[in-house]
DNA sequence: CGTGGACCTGCATT
DNA sequence: CAATGCAGGTCCA
């Protein structure tokens, strides 16, 4: 906090009023591809216009943005008016392992993040590393999206827009970030949002979760995992569950012993996210992200 | 309805 | 050093 004070403009504040936040976790724990930690523990990435840079003392979030301005926009993308504790404790109350991780990834959240960038991020990360996925979504910034800010001569690229990677030359996505042949399906979604009316992705939020889905597995190139990754992650469905081979795996060992499968089919997909929704009811998206994380450290170790 | 294969690429393991 | 496996999937036969 010192040291932000030290480097001058723009300091500013916000109360957290007793929920937790833990930007380690909830920047870091797979949902968004463009946040990074400087040296001195200082979160920033750019969220739609604007390059935030965050840190989190005691019950204080300390944010600056280039522009300046966005305070409702790190209120919006945290979900900081959301009640976690409340949402912590349902959670705990219902099973004694969530309650567990709840303790240890103390403070990480679901983000709020925008739809057509989650979209198009998820997209990219089909059959590919969290790695792999960031840094092909930064060389799309720095060649397709429109430059937010320089800051100590590095220049800062938002997502690019859709109509942008529409209309690129069928192909050269594929070499582009060494996307391969998600590139040529992050075209076509592109094409796909862009033929939708004005304002469609983001209106799914009003409308019931499997409403919201069942548009989003319309879209050519877009199944049920990266529809319920938007869903949860940029859409306000805290009941989406995304199964992917950690979640089906963990799903097996903890809640299906009779699950045999080894791939993901529809009735497997359906099985697992059952599973969860009777579990966990309208938070199972919160429930899998704890379960997710877990997995996910346990496969690094 | 379930199964197997194709689709690109780079890093890790054998 | 070559071969194989695998990564927050989806589509098609």
Redesign the pocket.
Known sequence: MFYFVRRGRCLDSIDLKGQPLDLDLTLG???AFRWRKREDGVWYGVVRDRLIELQVEGNLVYWRTYPDGGRELIVDYLRLTDDVNAANRWLSERDPHIAQLVERFHGMRLLRQDPTEALLS??C?????????SAAIEVLASLYGELVCEKRGVCYYAFPKPERLAALEPGVL??QG????????LRMVAQQIVDQSEGWLLGLRNVPYACAHAEL?A???????????VC??SLDKDEA???????RQLAHRLFLPDL??????????RRVVDAFRERYGELAGWA??YL??ED?LR?RA
């Open positions: 724990c797979g949902q998820f997209v990360s089909a059959a590919n590393s969290i790695p792999r996925i594929n070499v060494s996307l391969g042949f998600r590139g040529e399906n597995v879209v050519r190139g877009v199944g049920p995992k990266i529809a319920d990754c949860l992650f569950v995304p199964v992917d081979t950690h979640v045999k499968a080894k791939s993901i089919t529809n009735a497997v997909y899998q992200q997710f994380y996910l496969s």
